[in-house]
């Protein structure tokens, strides 16, 4: 078997029936919904592709250790479970279950950060990025240069500048600064991978000027099996091995497991750090629930643990990965401009090459995803001026973000590969009449996170 061609590591035992509506009755719902596939319904949608974020399938064993958790309050054997995987696989000290990886987020920076402080990050992703402003911080992207040119290519284009983050902690002063995060793999810059080295790197930075040191590790194991295939002296070791050295060089953690412990719901706050986790659980208990069971039922906590061991499998990461160059390979072909190399959970296609006649201001990677849903059915994310964009208050004026890409995020064990088809030949017809396609103007968004509700109405 080739890196081009490897079967799934599972079959499948049970489907759901999805339906393509008629291409008229595509176009009056994505107008209703303001041309933003947020407020589409799953039912509208033939593939979804909006988000790797709670949308795996599970698998028998991880239902099978749903069904026999013993649900308590406190106490449950289900937490215990997940604290062994975390020990095991993470390798930290102390952790904190929590809904979702926002709430980590939101946990571990309205305890550390004071207003006017700064975070570094390669590339914050945009819940990190609001809970930080709202929390009173000020969120810095340090990525190397070259992330910015999707067409290179570099096998770790996720890494975090050194020579930017050093020179960032002289100016600001470690006072202001009361962590470093290191994003893995990159969500916000094509979902690219950040080397061992470097992250060896920021640590010995962080621990050089006393600062904390988390990654926000939503998609780690993508992350080293980027590591094991791609840099020098990790190619036999296992993924396991590979985590285990990674987070050996933090002080802690987030950790969103609707991604990569392959569940519906939940997350983990981890840390070393004895103090930081009692105030931490101490928050956690008021606005989240009990600790051992974190906000979620204990069935959940279960699931994550024995999801955690099924994405360290080297099987399940080989295929994973052979899916997204497939799609990957199918747009290459058919012109489609998307960010080089492909990512690890995703195939980010740049929407101003692919629409370089609407201006910056027009949302053009915004205006691709509605088009792709009337052309095929198919929901993506836009990860650009509409998520990242900003409005100076002085002036009033757009500030965009240098990147503005479409998102077409895989789903774990979901999609086969006649799927991946049917999206890539929607966004090659597309492509062949770019020229048609306009801009769109934004009516409505809320301060932080806009992109999710946000409104607007085509270019006339």
Not at 13 to 26: A, S, T, W
Not at 277 to 305: S, V
Not at 400 to 405: C, K
């Amino acid at each position: 078997m080739t890196d081009d061609f490897f079967p799934e590591p599972f079959k499948i035992k049970m489907v759901e029936r999805i339906k393509l509506k008629p291409k008229k009755e595509r176009e009056r719902l994505i107008k209703e919904a303001g041309y933003n596939v947020f407020m589409l319904k799953i039912e509208d949608i033939f593939i979804d592709l909006l988000t790797d974020s709670g949308t795996s399938a599970m698998s028998d064993n991880q239902w099978s250790g749903m069904f026999k958790t013993k649900q308590a309050y406190a106490g449950s054997d289900s937490y215990y479970s997940l604290e062994a995987a975390m020990k095991d696989v993470f390798g930290f000290k102390h952790f904190v279950p929590v809904h979702q990886g926002r709430a980590a987020e939101n946990i571990l920076f309205s305890t550390i950060i004071t207003k006017g402080d700064y975070v570094p990050n390669n590339m914050h992703f945009d819940t990190t990025e609001a809970n930080i402003t709202r929390n009173g911080g000020i969120p810095v992207n340090l990525i190397i240069e070259d992330a910015y040119d999707t067409a290179k290519i570099l096998l770790f284009k996720g890494n975090m500048d050194i020579q930017k983050l050093e020179k960032f902690i002289e100016e600001k002063t470690p006072d202001k600064i009361p962590l470093i995060m290191v994003t893995i793999t990159n969500n916000g810059g094509g979902g690219q991978p950040v080397s061992m080295e470097n992250i060896r790197q920021i640590s010995n930075i962080a621990k050089k000027h006393n600062i904390p040191f988390f990654i926000d590790a939503c998609r780690f194991a993508e992350n080293c099996y980027f590591i094991q295939q791609r840099e020098e002296g990790y190619k036999n070791k296992t993924i396991k091995q590979i985590a285990k050295e990674l987070f050996s060089y933090a002080d802690g953690c987030t950790f969103s497991g609707k991604k990569e412990a392959l569940v519906n719901i939940g997350g983990m706050l981890c840390t070393n750090d004895e103090k930081l986790h009692t105030k931490l659980k101490n928050l956690l208990i008021i606005i989240e629930g009990f600790p051992t069971y974190g906000g979620m039922a204990c069935r959940d906590l279960e699931a994550m643990a024995r999801g955690i061991y099924e994405a360290i499998d080297d099987d399940y990461q080989k295929y994973r990965h052979a899916q997204m160059k497939f799609l990957a390979d199918l747009l290459r072909k058919g012109g489609v401009p998307i960010v080089e190399p492909t990512g690890g959970h995703a195939v980010y296609v740049d929407a101003r090459k692919f629409l370089p006649h609407i201006p910056i201001e027009n949302f053009a990677a915004q205006a691709l995803l509605a088009q792709l849903f009337i052309e095929s059915g198919v929901r993506g994310a836009e990860l650009g001026c509409s998520c990242f964009g900003k409005t100076d208050p002085k002036t009033g004026k757009f500030i965009p973000p240098r990147l503005d890409l479409l998102r077409l995020t895989i789903p774990r064990r979901v999609y086969t590969n006649n799927h991946m088809k049917h999206v890539a030949n929607g966004l090659i017809e597309l492509y062949k009449k770019r020229k048609e396609i306009k801009g769109l103007k934004r009516t409505y968004a809320p301060k932080l996170l806009g992109h999710f509700t946000a409104k607007f109405e085509p270019i006339k």
